[in-house]
Structures are given as C-alpha cells and as structure tokens.
C-alpha cells in the first residue's frame, strides 16, 4: 500500500503581475506517494487540482523551461542533438510532436527532410510560423482522435512529468509507431534533487518525478524498450528513445542501485539547516537568489518576507505566489546589499556565488549555496 505525504505549497505556474496569483489559490496542498514497483515519486490528483491544471493549459501557462523559447533555448538546443543522435535520417519520416509549443523543433526536423504533425492544447500553437515548411498543426491533448496514421517518430519535451498515468500515455504512443519507430521524449531531471533532499523539485503542474532508473520499469510496464537514455542540458533533463519489443536496443543502462525512497528522511534534515541559518537573520536582511527554487522551502518554514532575486528580465518587478516582495534584478541588489545571500541555483550556482563576490558592494555580504544545506 502507498503511504501518501501532504505539504502545503504555493502553486507556481508563473510570475503574475500582482499578489492574487492570477485568481489561483497561492498555495494548495500537495500529496505524493513512491511507487516501488516503478522506483518513481508522483503527486496525488484530485477534482480540483485536474480543473485548475486544465484552465492554465488552455490559457497556455506552463512551465516549460526553454523548450519553446524563439531560438530553442538551452533545453531545446539539447533535445535536438539527443534526437539527431537517436534518430540520424529523418527524411521523408513521419514525425508526431506531442505539446508542440510554438513548433521549433519541428521547423528543424523538417530542414531534414520529415513531415511533421504536432499537437498542442494551449495557445502556444498559434505562435507557429509555418514559413520554412509544412507541419500539420493539432489544437488538442493527447490522445487526440484527430491524429491518423502511423509514425516512425514520436517527440514530447516537457510533457511526461505532466501526465497522472505515463505508463498508460507511453502505450497509446507506442500503438502509434511503425514497427521501426521510435518515442523520443525529455523530462526534468529528478536525480540531483531526490539524492540531496531538494524540495524545490515539487510543483503541482508535475506529477512525476523521474529518474533513469525509474525508465527500467516505466519501460517494461508499457511494453517498450530502452533504445538509449541520457542526461543532458547541464544535467538538468533526462534523454530518453524507447522502441517496441520487437527492437533491437542499444542501451546497456542497468538499474544504479540507488535507494530513491529516503527522500522524505533527507527533506527534514535539508529544511532544518535551511531553517537555522534563516533564523539568524531577519527576513528584511536575507535575499534569495533564484527564488523559484526556493519557493517549497521557504513557505513550508514560514518565510515570505525576505527579498527575490533574479536574472531573467521577464520576472523583474513581478510577484512568486505567497511572497510579499517583488522580484528584485542584480543591479537593484547591489544598490542596497542584503546581509546574506542564498543561491537557489544548483545549475548555475557557482557562476552566481563568483558575480557576487566579484561585485565591491556585497563584499560585507554572506553568501551561501543551496549545497551548503544538503543532508
């Protein structure tokens, strides 16, 4: 039997503009369980989550990292050398994009000589420029009667951790496929965070939270094969090409051992270190950098009064959900320094700590990793 924990979290699914969070409750709560037999953690749904997560889909409000972003982004960039790597000659290839976004990466694929199909539920899909190309464009979820035929390739980025059932998704996608073909598809990484106890890994847009290890069973229990599976975009998501039974896999990947289900135990430790140093502080004197992933963490110890800061232009001046202050830029920072700064960035943290500490107004200034509270 599951055992099933409950935190309350704020809901992010974007910065807003002000503190209501777009008429989205601030924080809800949030329930997840381990499957052993899948070695995978996943959120609990309910009516009133699969409403909310609805309406912000059709408004196109998602997380989505840099999939979608206008040159591909970081995350984009990845995903189409993975694919190339998986899937070499793609002319004249049948080729579904699950949650095309804006289309990039089927614009690319097709330079290759596919043609492409792509799915997408949420406005995102009118941003499509069709210029360079032909791509049948679908205003739906998946599964959708409005897709025929068969495919020798099937692509999500950004998708599978969204899903409540992606064993049950995997095996309409493989129903899909010609004998030959291959799913390809990238999700966030969980590895890091599941290893230190990092609770920003939670949101309540994701259901799961995947890790290679997790691919083993996911795999066996749709009926499919790993062809290959990989970490990519500085480590950030995990790469994955799964091909019918009948396939010939080139993956040597085998279970790694770990024991995933001592999250929660490294939860508490993490929070209670994170707590202490806080508390050392008032909340005026404390800025985070990268808040977003910070915001699990500080709400479930209280604190909704310190300073946000960030390096992406587009959150400059605007609200997280359950935190009073705005979102702050470097240069606002250094114009009033805080007395401690904690990075909330494991990607880019390094890089973050060596601006700081290069910069002659926080030279007074504590600054602190979010390594410097792992368990």
Known sequence: MKKIKSLNIPFFYGVQKDKNNGGIPSVLPFKYSFDEDLKLYSQESDDKLRQILQDIYLKGSMLNGEMNALDGGHQGKAALDFIYKSFSDLKNKRVLEIGCGN??????????????????????IEEADLSNGDIELINDFFPSSKISGKFDLILHFNVLEHLENPVQSLK?????????????????????????GDISIFAHEHFNYFTRDSFIYIAKSAGLVIDSITTGASNGMIFCSFMKENGTSTSNYIDSGTKWSTFDDKIDASLKKLKQKLEEYSQKDIAIYCPKRALNALSIIG????????????????YFPFFNNTIENFNSLIKNPPKVIIIFSRTFGNEIKRKCEANAALQATKLFLLEDFDE
């Open 303 to 318: 604190i909704n009064d310190c300073r946000l800061v960030d390096d992406t232009v587009d959150m400059f001046g605007n």
């Open 103 to 124: 289309g990039f990466i089927l614009k690319e694929l097709i330079k290759k000589g596919a043609t492409c199909v792509g799915l997408e539920p949420g406005p995102q």
């Open 172 to 196: 309409e996608q493989g129903a899909l496929l010609n004998d030959s073909g291959k799913i390809i598809f990238g999700m966030p990484n969980s590895e890091p965070n599941l290893q230190t």
